[in-house]
Every structure is written in structure tokens, then in C-alpha cells.
């Protein structure tokens, strides 16, 4: 039995008195209990299974009394799959969910309460994610290779059927994934697939240990042709990448709005919402506030996602991020939007002197879209380059409120506005936006 585990304890009756970082259900009382299914203000009946020294994991057994907002899930795969924890809450109750976390961690962590909270960003939430890494497993006692995300707190594929918050038509491709791979030779040698959907198609990286024979590379053109997608394998980095038939291994995607397109490769980061994505790139625009004599510096700008549509409205802006293919990416867009007034550098900015060569002169504004981590390391930098205003684009909130603590309580700039944008429906996944102001 595995650490922590016991022999589940006997039914409790409880009632949940909040949502966790997890989307589990917080029962307090002589010891606290976190139960996934359960949701705030329900009665319900648990066990439980596990035990730690601060709390115990249970499981849901009966819903005594339901919540206004709960929802059946759409998703049959719905608590074995842990792509989704919250499809049984209520949209709008996700995103009040969210907008409470985000609330809290300013609070707790940074000591700080914005002047005045931005209205959610939202848009679809089914059928709205456009880049996945999908795992693929051949599973010998089920006799075929399982396609999907993990299981819920488990290292396992999921055996799903479909996916619905996968944008069309990947969320229809799981079955068909599993039946092409259960039929190659290599079946055992392919653990993963990136798949990507843009406005100009969709394509499929196959992450091939071993070279396809012959027939396995007839059967994945077929597949490709069948289902309108194209195949590429990943024999290596992600700089080997190769398309099967010859064609092109990016794709775009556009914001119309800005007559902007750009070119990604399946294996890039992008902003997996596109609609959401586009009213977060028109609120970052209105908050940044640019005039046209402007020198903006946007760090960590991938390929150039808010770099060029700052581009249309400034004299200058710098791009720095620290991998280099998004570099390479984000300056071949910047040709293809004609935009010469857009420069981009590749740095660590985590380094003590990340971009430094970068970091010279005077910036207006600034934009932030850092990794998880946060940019702790660069904010000493920062502010001796006299932006007055600061918006700063997060995937976590909790190195968000850190970094806004610091600028407020050491920099003397104050948190003038924030925001969430539901970025990953029915995931607890919590994106945001803030603006920060200094007094000349």
C-alpha cells in the first residue's frame, strides 16, 4: 500500500466550504478534507482514502445537497481524465472561482489589492483549445495504444474516446489516433503526439523513437489524407522535425483585427484559446495606453504575439525571449507583417545580466508574459527604465502577486488594475492581466 494510504475511512456527512488550488472541494472541521467533485455551499457524504499531517484526500460519495451551480459534465470522460477538473461547475462560477484565487494570492502574497478589478475575458468553452501534447501508450492487456492526457492525479493515459474542449477536428481524432497507432509496427515507440490546429490547417507530430518502416509510413499518410491533417515525426529535438510528405511544418494564425498573421510550429508555445487570445491582445493594447513617439519593451515575447500589434502603434519596441526558435519565429513575422520597427533579442532572463545588451535606454512601457516561475530575477532591472506603466500578462497568479508585491512595497509603483481571462476553461488553470503605475 502506498505511503499515505489507508483503507478507506467510514462515510462523513460535511459541507464544503470552498474550491482549492486544485478545484477540490474543502471540508473543515477536526481535519480538513479536500474531495474533487464537491463544490462550495453542497452538503455531501465522503471518505477518506488518504492521509497527510495537514489534511486528508477524500472521495465523493453522495451529493446530499447540490450547489446552484453545479453541471452535468459534457465530457464522458469526465473524473478519469485530468485535463478538466471543473466541467461540473458552472462557467461563471469557474470564472468567480478564478477571480477569488487571483483575489486571495494579491492579498496573501503580495499585500496588495488592485484600484479597481478589469471585467473577465472569456469566450468559448468547448471546442477552444488549438495546440495539446497528446500522450500514446500501447497498453498490451487492452491490445491497443491508448491516446490522450493522463488520468486524474495518475501517471496513466486515460483510455478516452474524444476530447471536447479540443478545437475541431482534433477533439474527433482520439479514437481515430488510437486505431492508426494500435496498427503500426512502431506502435510501442511512439509516446507522444503535439497536435496544433491554425487557420490554414492542422498537423500532427508523431514523437518516433525508432525509424517507421515502409508500411507504418504509408498507413500515417493515409491517416493524414483520410482526415485532412498533416503528419510530421519527431525523431529528436524539436529541431527535427520533418514533415512525411514534404509540406510545410508550421502553420498561422491570425488577429484580424491588427491584419496581423504569424507562423508557429506545432511544438511553439502559443496561446492555445485564439479567441481568447485576440480580446487579451486588444486589453493589453488599451491598458499599455501607447502613444506614437513610444519605445515599449515586451519581455519574454515569444513569437511576437503582443510584440507586433505594439509594433503598429510605436516608434520602437524590443522583443527578448529566451528560446531561441521563438526568436527566429517572431523576427520572420515581423518580415511577413512588413513591420522594420520591431526588433527581437534572445536572452535568459532569469540570468543576473539576461539582455542586458537589450536593456539599455529608456523605455515608455512594458509588457510581461513570463513562464510560471514569474520574473523575479529581471525586476530589479526593470525599473531603472523609466516606464511609468507596466502591464503584466500571467499563467500563474501566485508568482503574479509576488512580483506585483515587490514592484508596489520596493519600486513604488501601485497596482492600478487586474483582471482574469479564462484562457483554459474547466481547467483550474487561472491566466491574468495587470497594470502597474509609477508617478514620474
Known amino acids: 500500500m502506498s505511503r499515505g494510504a489507508k483503507p478507506p475511512g467510514p462515510p462523513e456527512e460535511g459541507c464544503v466550504a470552498a474550491l482549492n488550488h486544485d478545484g477540490e472541494g474543502v471540508l473543515r472541521g477536526t481535519k480538513t478534507a479536500f474531495v474533487p467533485g464537491a463544490l462550495p455551499g453542497e452538503r455531501i457524504v465522503f471518505q477518506r482514502v488518504r492521509r497527510h499531517r495537514q489534511h486528508d484526500e477524500g472521495v465523493l460519495v453522495d451529493v446530499l445537497e447540490r450547489s446552484p451551480s453545479r453541471v452535468d459534465p459534457k465530457c464522458a470522460h469526465f473524473g478519469l481524465c485530468g485535463g478538466c477538473a471543473m466541467q461540473h461547475l458552472d462557467p461563471a462560477a469557474q470564472l468567480a472561482a478564478k477571480q477569488s484565487e487571483l483575489a486571495e494570492s494579491l492579498s496573501r502574497i503580495g499585500r496588495v489589492e488592485p484600484e479597481r478589478w478589469l471585467e473577465p475575458?472569456?469566450?468559448?468553452?468547448?471546442?477552444?483549445?488549438?495546440?495539446?501534447?497528446?500522450?500514446?501508450?500501447?497498453?498490451?492487456?487492452?491490445?491497443?495504444?491508448?491516446?490522450?492526457?493522463?488520468?486524474?492525479?495518475?501517471?496513466?493515459?486515460?483510455?478516452?474516446?474524444?476530447?471536447?474542449?479540443?478545437?475541431?477536428?482534433?477533439?474527433?481524432?482520439?479514437?481515430?489516433?488510437?486505431?492508426?497507432?494500435?496498427?503500426?509496427?512502431?506502435?510501442?515507440?511512439?509516446?507522444?503526439?503535439?497536435?496544433?490546429?491554425?487557420?490554414?490547417?492542422?498537423?500532427?507530430?508523431?514523437?518516433?523513437?525508432?525509424?517507421?518502416?515502409?508500411?507504418?509510413?504509408?498507413?500515417?499518410?493515409?491517416?493524414?489524407?483520410?482526415?485532412?491533417?498533416?503528419?510530421?515525426?519527431?525523431?529528436?529535438?524539436?529541431?527535427?522535425?520533418?514533415?512525411?510528405?514534404?509540406?510545410?511544418?508550421?502553420?498561422?494564425?491570425h488577429l484580424p483585427e491588427e491584419h496581423l498573421r504569424f507562423e508557429f510550429r506545432p511544438t511553439d508555445f502559443v496561446q492555445v484559446n485564439?479567441?481568447?487570445?485576440?480580446?487579451?491582445?486588444?486589453?493589453?493594447?488599451?491598458?499599455?495606453?501607447?502613444?506614437?513617439?513610444?519605445?515599449?519593451?515586451?519581455?519574454?515575447?515569444?513569437?511576437?504575439?503582443?510584440?507586433?500589434?505594439?509594433?503598429?502603434?510605436?516608434?520602437?519596441?524590443?522583443?527578448?525571449?529566451?528560446?531561441?526558435?521563438?526568436?527566429?519565429?517572431?523576427?520572420?513575422?515581423?518580415?511577413?507583417?512588413?513591420?522594420?520597427?520591431?526588433?527581437?533579442?534572445?536572452?535568459?532572463?532569469?540570468?543576473?545580466?539576461?539582455?542586458?545588451?537589450?536593456?539599455?535606454?529608456?523605455?515608455?512601457?512594458?509588457?510581461?508574459?513570463?513562464?510560471?516561475?514569474?520574473?523575479?530575477?529581471?525586476?530589479?532591472?526593470?525599473?531603472?527604465?523609466?516606464?511609468?506603466?507596466?502591464?503584466?500578462?500571467?499563467c500563474h497568479p501566485g508568482t503574479l502577486a509576488r512580483d506585483v508585491g515587490v514592484l508596489c512595497s520596493e519600486h513604488g509603483y501601485r497596482l492600478t488594475a487586474a483582471g482574469v481571462v479564462d484562457m483554459f476553461p474547466h481547467t483550474t488553470h487561472v491566466e491574468s492581466i495587470a497594470v502597474l503605475e509609477v508617478d514620474q
Not at 160 to 185: H, M, N, Q
Not at 291 to 319: K, M, Q, S, W, Y
Open 121 to 253: 475575458l472569456a469566450g468559448p468553452v468547448w471546442n477552444y483549445r488549438r495546440r495539446a501534447r497528446l500522450g500514446a501508450k500501447w497498453v498490451p492487456k487492452r491490445e491497443r495504444v491508448l491516446v490522450g492526457f493522463r488520468e486524474r492525479q495518475k501517471p496513466y493515459v486515460a483510455a478516452l474516446a474524444r476530447c471536447e474542449v479540443l478545437a475541431a477536428p482534433l477533439d474527433a481524432l482520439i479514437t481515430p489516433l488510437s486505431e492508426l497507432l494500435t496498427g503500426l509496427e512502431a506502435r510501442v515507440s511512439i509516446p507522444q503526439i503535439e497536435a496544433a490546429v491554425g487557420d490554414d490547417g492542422v498537423l500532427l507530430v508523431f514523437r518516433n523513437l525508432v525509424e517507421p518502416g515502409s508500411a507504418d509510413r504509408a498507413a500515417l499518410l493515409e491517416f493524414g489524407r483520410a482526415h485532412s491533417v498533416r503528419i510530421c515525426l519527431q525523431p529528436g529535438g524539436l529541431d527535427s522535425v520533418t514533415s512525411l510528405d514534404g509540406s510545410s511544418t508550421t502553420l498561422e494564425y
Open 274 to 394: 485564439g479567441e481568447v487570445n485576440r480580446a487579451l491582445v486588444r486589453r493589453a493594447i488599451e491598458l499599455l495606453e501607447l502613444e506614437p513617439e513610444h519605445r515599449v519593451l515586451d519581455l519574454f515575447c515569444g513569437l511576437g504575439n503582443f510584440t507586433l500589434p505594439i509594433a503598429r502603434r510605436v516608434r520602437e519596441v524590443v522583443g527578448i525571449e529566451g528560446e531561441a526558435g521563438l526568436v527566429a519565429r517572431a523576427r520572420r513575422n515581423a518580415e511577413l507583417n512588413e513591420l522594420t520597427h520591431a526588433s527581437f533579442h534572445v536572452a535568459n532572463l532569469a540570468e543576473p545580466e539576461g539582455g542586458s545588451s537589450a536593456l539599455v535606454g529608456r523605455f515608455d512601457r512594458i509588457l510581461l508574459d513570463p513562464p510560471r516561475a514569474g520574473a523575479i530575477e529581471v525586476l530589479p532591472r526593470l525599473v531603472k527604465l523609466g516606464a511609468t506603466r507596466m502591464v503584466y500578462v500571467s
